[in-house]
Antibody, heavy 118, light 105 residues
Framework: QVQLTESGPGLVHPSETLSLTCTVSGFSLTGYSVYWVRQPSGKGLEWMGRMRYNGDTSYNSALKSRLSISRDTSKNQVFLKMNSLQTDDTGTYYC????????????WGQGASVTVSS | DTVLTQSPALAVSPGERVTISCRASESVSTGMHWYQQKPGQQPKLLIYGASNLESGVPARFSGSGSGTDFTLTIDPVEADDTATYFCQQSWNDWTFGGGTKLELK
């Protein structure tokens, strides 16, 4: 079945870089896009960016200067890197699978909790 | 950015019908989707394309609307439906509503 699993450090110091990995199974990264979404504790959801099925990327304009998304199709992994982290970047980070039709996120990982603190 | 506005909270009794609304700041055609999120869990897709029921989701859930005004209906509401419901548009990039917390009386 379709699975997405986020992994990465739970604690990041201010001004440092966050690196997260999304490992997928049950579908191909060349057939579906993978999006990253984050959620500050107790708050709403924010779309961060995407790795399209064809290898193209696009980013939320508010995060574009700090964010990079890449992939390794041989390992079924998508990577997120975001630099210059601050305390308001604390929250849960999800990777999701998106269908081409409607560009809807139809499967979500369980989320990676990230705390930015010194 | 397309801003999506939802009422923050609703309280209903089991067996009743509830409608959760979402208004977009500009037209999103039928590029509107609904998710359910329970505490400590990831969001789950319920409705896509404004009115299409996701596979495996109970038929008690339905969606309607186009353009700027959308509705998620649960009829009848069950105790397990206690959750926060988010609308999300994919017509103009991707944005989410602030969520509607549904509580049962």
């Amino acid at each position: 079945q379709v699975q997405l699993t986020e992994s990465g450090p739970g604690l990041v110091h201010p001004s440092e870089t966050l690196s997260l990995t999304c490992t997928v199974s049950g579908f191909s990264l060349t057939g579906y896009s993978v999006y990253w979404v984050r959620q500050p504790s107790g708050k709403g959801l924010e779309w961060m960016g995407r790795m399209r099925y064809n290898g193209d990327t696009s980013y939320n304009s508010a995060l574009k200067s700090r964010l990079s998304i890449s992939r390794d199709t041989s390992k079924n992994q998508v990577f997120l890197k975001m630099n210059s982290l601050q305390t308001d970047d604390t929250g849960t980070y999800y990777c999701t699978r998106a269908r081409r039709v409607y560009r809807v996120m139809d499967a979500w990982g369980q989320g990676a909790s990230v705390t930015v603190s010194s | 950015d397309t801003v999506l506005t939802q009422s923050p909270a609703l309280a209903v009794s089991p067996g009743e019908r509830v409608t959760i609304s979402c208004r977009a700041s500009e037209s999103v055609s039928t590029g509107m989707h609904w998710y359910q999120q329970k505490p400590g869990q990831q969001p789950k897709l319920l409705i896509y394309g404004a009115s299409n029921l996701e596979s495996g989701v109970p038929a008690r859930f339905s969606g309607s609307g186009s353009g700027t005004d959308f509705t998620l209906t649960i009829d009848p509401v069950e105790a397990d439906d206690t959750a926060t419901y988010f609308c999300q548009q994919s017509w103009n990039d991707w944005t989410f509503g602030g969520g509607t917390k549904l509580e049962l009386k």
